[in-house]
């Protein structure tokens, strides 16, 4: 015996699953986890940093500048005269006026170098600035 054409229509419907509430969820999720999240830039180079008692984690580092123990300076991976350092963290601070500049010297960069890095951050209006340490424990 044949089912009426209505019922036909009621099953095929009944069997399918609707995914379109499910695929609003994860591009809702999606959307959230791209404007939530924290893209590190990184220096450019691994510095062997000094060990320090008191160092402490800093949340906000927008700005790292790497110093290498050949006396290298390095911003956004790309290695820079010590002349062009004010420049270029004026232009990041442009970008993120919140931002901190951090600066990672090597145990075996001279302080000379790490002063004219820290004098040219200053004068570019980042005042916080940091040196980065490994914790000694």
Same mark, same amino acid.
């Given at each position: 015996m044949r089912a009426p054409l209505g019922?036909?229509?009621?099953?095929d419907e009944a069997e399918e699953i609707n995914m379109t509430p499910m695929l609003d969820v994860v591009f809702i999720m999606l959307i959230f986890f791209i404007v939530t999240a924290s893209f590190v830039k990184e220096a450019g180079i691994d510095v062997n940093r000094p060990e320090a008692?008191?160092?402490v984690k800093k949340e906000r580092a927008n700005i790292l500048v790497a110093i290498s123990d050949k006396g290298e300076i390095w911003?956004?991976?790309r290695q820079i005269d010590v002349r062009a350092v004010?420049?270029?963290i004026e232009r990041l601070k442009a970008e993120n006026?919140?931002?901190?500049v951090v600066i990672q010297a090597d145990k075996k960069? $001279? $302080?000379?170098?790490?002063?004219?890095?820290?004098?040219a951050s200053r004068a570019a209006g980042a005042f916080d600035v940091s040196i980065a340490a490994q914790d000694a424990s």
């Amino acid at each position: 015996m044949r089912a009426p054409l209505g019922n036909l229509l009621q099953e095929d419907e009944a069997e399918e699953i609707n995914m379109t509430p499910m695929l609003d969820v994860v591009f809702i999720m999606l959307i959230f986890f791209i404007v939530t999240a924290s893209f590190v830039k990184e220096a450019g180079i691994d510095v062997n940093r000094p060990e320090a008692a008191t160092a402490v984690k800093k949340e906000r580092a927008n700005i790292l500048v790497a110093i290498s123990d050949k006396g290298e300076i390095w911003i956004n991976k790309r290695q820079i005269d010590v002349r062009a350092v004010q420049a270029n963290i004026e232009r990041l601070k442009a970008e993120n006026p919140q931002g901190s500049v951090v600066i990672q010297a090597d145990k075996k960069a $001279t $302080t000379d170098m790490l002063i004219k890095v820290m004098d040219a951050s200053r004068a570019a209006g980042a005042f916080d600035v940091s040196i980065a340490a490994q914790d000694a424990s």
